[in-house]
């Protein structure tokens, strides 16, 4: 194979565009990043439906979901709930990096424009539960309809 390419100079040219091309696009990234030129907001929405809950793992490797009165919301066995997991995996971590405890609750709120988030008050962190599709926003959907059921 290194015999096609004996005799021929390194195309430096094209070398030369490939830096050059990666080194406007980490100047643009962070002209952008540092200045917000190009970002996108999502307009703030009143908070029409919330609430607190709990995430507390069972001996057992399940998660039980409670409100802050101890009602019982939903309990997902060992490998059940995904997701649900994984996000609130996320916001352990957070919560870890900021030195907080795990038994402060996370609040679980509908907009008036539709969006479905979960937010911590320890770290300030909020998660747009829509961006992950409608099948994974709905396991939070329930959790709030469920949270806000009276006893």
């Known amino acids: 194979m290194s015999e096609i390419f004996a ?3 390194f195309p430096r040219r094209a070398a030369q565009a490939g830096l050059i091309l990666v080194g406007l696009a980490t100047l643009f990234a962070g ?3 540092t200045t917000d030129f190009g970002a996108t907001r999502v307009p703030p929405s009143p908070v029409v ?9 069972n001996p057992a490797g399940g998660v ?13 066995a060992a490998g059940e709930g995904g997701f649900l997991r994984g996000v609130m995996r996320g916001f352990a971590r957070d919560r870890r990096a ?12 509908r907009h008036a424009d539709g969006r479905l988030t ?3 008050p320890v ?3 909020v998660v747009e539960l829509e961006s992950f599709g409608p099948s994974n926003a709905g ?3 329930h959790l709030l309809k469920q949270g806000r059921a009276i006893p």
């Not at 039980?64 to 997902?76: D, H, L, P």
């Open 7 to 9: 005799g021929q100079a």
């Open 31 to 33: 002209i952008a990043r």
């Open 49 to 57: 439906e919330m609430v607190d809950l709990r995430f507390l793992d």
């Open 64 to 76: 039980r979901v409670e409100t802050n009165e101890g009602r019982i919301v939903a309990n997902y």
């Open 98 to 109: 900021h030195e907080g405890g795990s038994q402060e609750s996370f609040s679980l709120a």
């Open 118 to 120: 979960i937010a911590d």
């Open 123 to 125: 770290t300030g962190r």
């Open 139 to 141: 396991l939070f959907a």
